[in-house]
């Protein structure tokens, strides 16, 4: 059975590393282009696993300051404390544990670009400090009495809904004002699932290097209910799926029994909600389908499962013409 992608040396829509031929990422991609070049603040919102850091680094990219740093922090990752540090740096001896002098993000991405990743988890004061260097460029590292100017391009991101966080004040309106200068928001991907098989012959063609592997595609069955998924963690979840998948296999297509149990039961969920109601025989076929394809055929493994005999699943396995599918 030949598999359900095109060949992977065929042309694909990407973008920096996103990769998406739908209508959704086209017009994020259209105006990508046009924000890189501005030198303005930008916000970047949409779930998590949606690829936030890589458009941040795609407007970096493209734009003036791409030949100066771009720097990351992760502002959900780390106490007020220790974020501090990170962005702003620090004098030796300025708290306990600083043993030297550090300098910060802030510092050694002059004339370049910082990433606030997850800028929704900030407490109010570390926002006060952030809004302070955006508009003035300038700070005091920790400890220190002196004033260090920057010149930063400031790109944040969060999966939080920032006018809702404003409203019930857990975020401050003239920051997010400062921010959301020019705004982006990336799609879902069960919002843009054409673009799930690129997305799939992509992440298969940077494993086959990183794995040593030839694989071509998927089969029209793991295709199929792939598409199905909801992906509640977007494209980094279907990433991680294909790695997982490719790690498993020994040929060159990726099966349906290679797919992780979730993707099954969510894709036979969502197969339901969209109003496919079968029969009891059907629902009984897909289900010993199901059951042989997860134990690889080993009928006496999917008798025990089915809680049913072995000639009893011979017997159903002949009614119901079954075979082993890929």
Excluded at 15 to 35: C, D, I, N, P
Excluded at 147 to 169: F, Q, Y
Excluded at 194 to 215: A, G, S, Y
Aim: aromatic share 8%; proline share 3%; net charge positive.
């Amino acid at each position: 059975m030949k598999s359900s992608l095109a060949n992977l040396n065929e042309s694909q829509p990407v973008f920096g590393s996103l990769v998406g031929k739908s209508q959704a990422m086209q017009e994020v991609f259209a105006l990508t282009r046009k924000v890189a070049q501005a030198n303005v603040t930008v916000l970047l919102t949409g779930e998590s696993g949606t690829g936030k850091e890589l458009l941040a680094r795609a407007i970096h990219n493209l734009s003036p300051r791409r030949d100066k740093p771009f720097l990351a922090v992760n502002c959900a990752a780390l106490p007020d404390n220790l974020l501090e540090s990170e962005l702003f740096g620090h004098e030796k001896g300025a708290f306990t544990g600083a043993v030297s002098k550090r300098r910060g993000k802030f510092e050694l991405a002059h004339q370049g670009t910082l990433f606030l990743d997850e800028i929704g988890d900030m407490s109010f004061e570390a926002q006060a400090k952030i809004l302070r260097i955006i508009e003035e460029g300038r700070f005091e590292p920790i400890g220190s009495e002196k004033t260090i100017e920057v010149d930063n391009r400031i790109v944040a991101a969060t999966n939080r809904n920032l006018v809702k966080e404003v409203e019930e004040r857990r975020f401050r309106q003239d920051l997010y004002y400062r921010l959301n200068e020019f705004a982006v928001s990336l799609p879902p991907l069960r919002e843009k699932k054409e673009d799930i098989p690129l997305l799939i012959n992509h992440f298969i063609k940077e494993f086959n290097k990183e794995l040593n592997k030839k694989v071509e595609g998927v089969s029209d069955v793991a295709l199929n209910y792939l598409e199905k998924h909801n992906w509640p963690g977007n494209v980094r979840e279907l990433r991680s799926v294909i790695k997982r998948a490719m790690v498993l296999i020994d040929g060159d297509v990726i099966w349906l029994e290679h797919l992780p149990f979730e993707i099954h039961l969510r894709s036979e969920e969502a197969s339901k909600e969209e109003g496919e109601f079968l029969s009891l025989k059907e629902n009984e076929k897909r289900h010993l389908s199901w059951i042989l394809t997860r134990t690889k055929w080993n009928k006496t493994k999917a008798a025990s499962l089915l809680a049913i005999s072995r000639h009893r699943l011979d017997r159903k396995i002949n009614l119901y013409n079954l075979k082993p599918t890929q």
